[in-house]
């Protein structure tokens, strides 16, 4: 369990101010490399471009320690290759951010089957109480329905997340998403990723000439621990185009 600090405990609900997102944003679109701007049309990759972002870059990321497994099913991508289950997972769904539909910092690799369970459902991205005793991968939160990926995989999974909120600002967060929102900042901050994330992340921008700073940066914090950053993960007013 993390320890969240109080910092951003007292930031339940996060509150927009124009002309700090508007500056936050442009330093955020200068780190990433992106715009804002609606990202390619999913119905333009065909199996090769999704091969070269995903799978072949998971391949490549392993090391002779540590290998890559899937965030939901945690299978390694070599039994998803040997069992040709693969499947472009996008951590925003594409019915929920059009916008972020092509951009590869949203996709991650996963088991069809699990794909197809997750469906469009928000996810938890929070760690659990330490009470806790998580039976069921679907949890019902505040009244809706989320899908709950392994506790040690939610860092990884919410470092897309953010990253792809701050970049379209195009997704209602469920009621529960935005409650927990700190503890969700907090557990990407205070959970480093490991060296095959960070292995992954920059072959993508080799490939692409975009990154994730949360990932990438050398002081990621310095956006973790900006109120304007954390109110442009958060609001929806303060959307790109608004």
Known sequence: MVNLPGLFLKHTRLA????????????????????GKPSRSWKGFDAQDKRRLLHDVARRAQTEEQEYYTPYREMSIKKVTEKRVWSVEHVVPRSKCQMAQGDPWNFVEAVRSENSARSNLPLKLWPDASNQLSISKFQTWMGEQHYAPPP???ARLARKWLYTRATYGCMQ???AQREHLPAIIALARHTPPDVVEVNVAKQLEAITGTRNPLILDNNPERWYDDVAWRSLVGCTVCAVGR
């Open 16 to 35: 927009c101010g124009a002309s700090d997102i508007d500056d936050v944003r442009a330093a955020w679109f200068t780190a990433t490399g992106k715009t």
């Open 152 to 154: 040690h995989q939610r």
């Open 173 to 175: 967060m469920s009621e």
